[in-house]
């Protein structure tokens, strides 16, 4: 039988988090897509600490922050706002959370891309105290994460950067059911014609979000023009790295040849 747990404090809720094997969740709006009702439910609307938002250097999001309440923020990084625009109805806005997305670990989940492209960080809390861990070491593969059974997520933040070149790109059907077939989130600081900082995100192209320090490294410092001239070898590249599906929603092939048009077209913009 399906039951819900019903704590009114953070501290309530990770005690019946640490006592029996429950599901934690706020809007439950992808719950109720999964329809799996067998365990018991760790029903978090009722606890009001968890829906703290705060903006400065670093943007912090709580446990409990919907879609609506990132929108309607007037500090909200435009970056994040334009994402949040395409996730969904009104309706699913105003119920789903952030944290929500993150901790389905879908490899389309909207906002991935930009958490893994700022380096966000998940701060994690139990009984038995707290930790945190990036976002790359807490989702391990689609729809698992590294939480533990006793654990619950707090909130996710990321440093407030900015850039000079903003980029995303979703793809999907029509908005209020828009399950991404693509998104990409592209940044770029570029100062007197030579890139200073470039970061690419890819969803819904691999198990996780695909996302190279490494190579990104090797585009920092070149010459504005330089790093146009090398867009060829630069779809090469991600050409090589991402592993996209066969389903419903659309072809790997598909995929593939969209990704590989926004990161031409994300680095046609730069300047």
Do not use: H
Request: hydrophobic share 40%; proline share 4%; glycine share 6%.
């Amino acid at each position: 039988m399906v039951d819900n747990r019903l704590p009114k404090t953070w501290s309530e809720a990770l005690k019946m988090r640490a006592d029996e094997e429950v599901i934690p969740y706020f809007g439950g709006t992808d719950l109720m897509v999964r329809g799996n009702r067998t365990p018991n439910y760790l029903f978090l609307n009722q606890v009001a600490e968890i829906v703290d938002y705060e903006i400065s250097d670093e943007v912090r999001i709580g446990a409990g922050v919907t879609y609506s309440t990132i929108l309607e923020n007037e500090y909200t990084p435009n970056l994040l706002k334009l994402i949040v625009e395409e996730v969904a109805s009104p309706a699913l806005r105003n119920m789903a959370s952030v944290i929500g997305n993150v901790c389905n670990a879908s490899p389309v989940g909207d906002t991935l891309p930009l958490f893994y492209a700022f380096d966000a960080v998940l701060e994690l809390e139990s009984v038995e105290g707290g930790r945190e861990i990036p976002i790359t070491d807490f989702i391990v593969d689609a729809r698992k994460t590294s939480l533990k059974s006793n654990e619950l997520v707090r909130a996710i933040r990321f440093k407030n950067l900015k850039y000079n070149n903003e980029y995303y790109q979703k793809v999907g059907p029509r908005s209020a059911c828009s399950i991404s077939k693509v998104d990409f989130v592209g940044v770029a600081n570029t100062e007197n014609g030579i890139v200073k900082d470039i970061r690419m995100a890819i969803g819904a192209v691999k198990n996780v979000i695909v996302r190279d320090v490494e190579f990104e490294k090797t585009l920092i410092g070149l010459e504005i023009s330089e790093l146009k001239s090398k867009t060829k070898k630069i779809m090469d590249f991600y050409n090589g790295i991402i592993t996209p599906i066969d389903d419903k929603r659309s072809t790997e092939k598909y995929r593939r040849q969209v990704v590989l048009n926004l990161i031409e077209d994300f680095i046609s913009t730069i300047k």
